[in-house]
């Protein structure tokens, strides 16, 4: 199992050291760097393409996602062209974790309905996924063809759990509010569901300042013992530092 981290949460007031943190996350060994799209609680959470390009120019090798991209929230053609640039800039390093969004406040922020955004979700994705793959559509040409589609991988909880597994590249099991029995039992549902050859996230485990590590390092063990493909931490300000997170996972 590989150990990724987040690039959210970088301290208390900006400016963020968005490339000074993503340097020291890949020194320190993460495989992976993320960033999440949180848009109307209260406090900045740099945009997730912003982020994960300044992380790119940053950096070699680490891979770079989003975690996640709450689709609803986006005209399809507009996030496909903000998709299609980041992947311009990031290469085959790029994942792209979506979802329909969980907070109401994010969705009160830009006017949306939070109540639809299953449905709105599902219709938007497949635009998305055209855009993506082709570079346009009947109605919109956004660039020639990509040589390949970055992995789209859901994030989402319920029923969506088969729905990773049946139609997406892979699965966020969000570590925010839910236990490691919930977080291994699920990732049994996705793989019985067809999910077997698909990338397992767990995702956004939390390490805020005086985390117990200990407890931490038994989690991870427990999610590469159940075959989660991949772990991802949020290190919050005041938090433990990362050569002692990622001395973790072996």
Not at 35 to 46: D, F, H, K, S, T
Not at 166 to 191: H, I, K, N, Q
Request: charged share 25%.
């Amino acid at each position: 199992m590989r150990l990724g981290a987040t690039l959210a949460h970088l301290s208390d007031a900006p400016p963020y050291p968005v490339a000074g943190w993503a340097r020291r996350l890949a020194g320190a060994g993460f495989a992976h760097l993320w960033a999440p799209e949180i848009i109307g609680r209260g406090r900045l959470v740099p945009d997730p393409f912003v982020a994960l390009a300044v992380a790119a120019g940053a950096t070699d090798g680490v891979g770079l996602s989003t975690g996640t991209v709450q689709v609803p929230l986006h005209h399809p053609a507009e996030l496909a062209h903000r998709m299609l640039s980041l992947q311009a800039v990031c290469g085959d390093r790029l994942a792209l974790g979506v979802s329909p969004g969980s907070t109401r406040d994010d969705y009160a922020a830009l006017d949306r309905d939070h109540r639809t955004r299953f449905r709105t979700f599902d219709e938007n994705v497949v635009r998305l996924r055209e855009l993506l793959e082709r570079g346009g559509d009947a109605d919109a040409r956004l660039a020639d063809a990509p040589t390949a589609r970055p992995p789209l991988l859901l994030g989402s909880w319920g029923a969506n759990v088969e729905k990773a597994a049946r139609s997406f590249d892979g699965w966020l099991a969000s570590g925010y509010r839910t236990t490691p029995d919930e977080m291994v039992d699920a990732l049994g549902r996705y793989r019985a569901a067809g999910g077997g050859g698909g990338r397992a996230v767990a995702y956004a485990l939390p390490v805020p300042a005086g985390a117990d590590l200990g407890r931490l390092r038994d989690d991870l063990a427990r999610y590469a013992d159940a075959g989660f493909d991949d772990a991802v931490v949020v290190i919050g300000p005041g938090g433990p530092d990362p050569d002692g997170v990622r001395a973790l996972l072996p």
